[in-house]
């Protein structure tokens, strides 16, 4: 549906999501700079974090390609965090997004001034390359 | 035979910092206690129950502590959804007792999260640098959020749909401040105002420093049994009126509905059981991780309309001498926070129930509610206990 910008990572020193036989489509999507979610070829449920089942009716879910654009939910401003590879980015903005197509999405904002931020805001995906087969997805207020 | 579910003996292990107690000997600490304020026989108990959570030198899961313990059971539950475990272990302790499947059950909790961990569990994070997260974290782990950011998040979005406020969330942990300095063994005893509260370092916008828990060593116990059993003992007896719980998410990037918890799905169900109205309820234990935690289980809870808790809660009626004193032991916030308060919350109104709170007592407590919150807002356990016979 739409390609977003892969950011490369020289060396990447944050916690890595583990592959499986399930979410390994999404990470290695997000490597390619595409948001997957799933939808339910039965009842229609969208849904994300991506899953063995569609949570509404157990049904086996479908991959649908997202166009990586949506709203800041809720949000908070991480002040304080003892993690080393965070810590030199704080203050930083930790949100949920809530998608054009429907389910909520958990993500931050790194680099961006959180005072700019706010409930509503229109914002879209880019990714950072976490490894040859990982990418992670992050969020940025849309250029107008 | 009477085999109402009713609650004999309580018991706390020593907070707030024991540097020279492991996690497993506050377990045994509080369990002695809870023994010997019972008045029972040890010998007695063939149900075990427990969370886990704290431990150290060995585990402190279920079977393991009832190993330790030596309880021979014939009923354990272990139970863990966080913090809220223990009013999940009251709601299953109640159904077992009155069905038989145990007599006298001993629940326990114990931690020594401040002196082994100092205060890292709000901001310190779960994963600490290059590794690999299994399972739903793993949607989390890359983004380095924190356990104050995710109720941030619910202040956040509670304030931008009810125009609920900082100095309004701050009224919480004023109020729980005033019953800490009532309690000398409290961490936080001086008293604080709204300018405080509000004036503290920010931790995770809009939750400052003192909108958080402290964070302790400490322990807790219990014992249920039958009302039967209890005519003899030497503690009058509280009774479990009604006990329910419900998990809408566990990890915060499932929550769909940042302004509520499963309080609303528990909360009615303990209510019917119990047979009770709001109004009937004379004190208030509420898990305050933080001040939203509490908004948040006020509201859900059905005590006041959803987006009325803030300026409910400025008026003071949470406080001592309001309508529904909250936390009269001095709450997670000021008092005793090991990681998984729950416990102590039961064992509090318990002890409202009986007259024996001192300085700190609600005249006439007939009723007391216990309302636990795991996790992130994730799994609310609700206990309704009371002093006079269902």
């Known amino acids: ?144 | 035979m009477d085999r109402t579910p009713v609650i004999v003996g309580i018991g706390m292990s020593d907070y707030p910092k024991v540097p020279h107690m492991d996690g497993v000997q506050h377990h045994v600490l509080a369990a002695r206690r809870a023994i010997e304020d019972a008045g029972i026989d040890k010998s007695e108990i063939d149900g075990y129950v427990g969370a886990g959570g704290g431990g150290g030198m060995m585990v402190d899961d279920a079977v393991t502590m009832a190993e330790y313990l030596r309880i021979n059971h014939r009923y354990i539950d272990g139970t863990m959804t966080g913090g809220s475990s223990f009013e999940f272990h009251v709601q299953h302790l109640a159904a077992a007792i009155r069905d038989g499947a145990c007599d006298t059950a001993l629940v326990t909790y114990g931690s020594n999260q401040l002196s082994k961990m100092g205060r890292s569990l709000g901001t310190g994070g779960m994963h600490r640098g290059v590794q690999t997260v299994a399972g739903p974290m793993g949607y989390e782990a890359p983004y380095g959020n924190s356990l104050v950011g995710s109720y941030a998040m619910h202040a956040k979005r509670h304030m931008h749909e009810y125009g609920t406020t900082s100095e309004q969330l701050a009224e919480i942990a004023v109020g729980v401040r005033e019953y800490a300095s009532l309690n000398p063994n409290a961490i936080y005893q001086d008293l604080i105002t709204v300018d405080d509260v509000v004036n503290s370092r920010m931790i995770a916008d809009p939750l400052h420093m003192l909108d958080c828990c402290a964070i302790t060593d400490g322990g807790g116990a219990f014992i249920m049994t039958t009302a039967e059993r209890a005519k003899d003992l030497q503690q009058p007896p509280v009774y479990v009126l009604g006990a329910a719980g419900g998990q809408t998410h566990w990890n915060i990037c499932q929550q769909t509905d940042f302004t509520t918890s499963a309080g609303a799905l528990a909360g009615p169900i303990a209510f019917e059981r119990a047979g009770v109205t709001h109004d009937d309820v004379d004190m208030l234990m509420f898990y305050d991780s933080f001040t939203i935690t509490c908004l948040i289980l006020l509201e859900s809870l059905g005590f006041v309309p959803k987006g009325e808790g803030g300026p409910f809660v400025a008026e003071g009626n949470l406080k001592r001498g309001g309508k529904w004193p909250l936390n009269t032991d001095g709450g997670g916030l000021s008092s005793c926070h090991p990681g998984m308060r729950g416990i102590f919350l039961i064992i509090e109104a318990v002890r409202q129930l009986r007259g024996q709170a001192g300085v700190v007592q609600v005249p006439d407590c007939e009723v007391a509610i216990a309302a636990g919150s795991g996790g992130w807002l994730s799994c609310i356990g609700v206990a309704i206990l009371g002093r006079e016979h269902p």
Not at chain 1, 107 to 134: C, H, K, N, Q
Request: aromatic fraction near 10%.
């Open chain 1, 1 to 144: 549906m739409s390609t977003h910008e892969v950011i490369e990572v020289e060396e990447w020193a944050k916690p890595l999501p583990q592959l499986d036989n399930v979410n390994e489509e999404y990470w290695k999507a997000a490597r390619q700079g595409r948001l997957l979610i799933q939808q339910c070829p039965a009842c229609g449920h969208r849904q994300w974090y991506p899953r063995a089942l569609c949570a509404s009716c157990a049904a086996e879910p479908a991959w649908l390609e997202t166009a990586g654009r949506g709203t800041v939910h809720t949000y908070t401003v991480i002040r304080q965090q003892g993690i080393p590879a965070f810590k030199v980015e704080l203050p930083y903005v930790v949100a949920m997004v809530e998608l054009e197509e429907g389910p909520l999405v958990f993500g931050s904002m790194p680099g961006i001034d959180p005072d700019t931020v706010s409930i509503g805001l229109p914002v879209e995906v880019y990714f950072r390359a976490a490894s040859d087969d990982t990418g992670v997805p992050y969020w940025r207020p849309v250029v107008s």
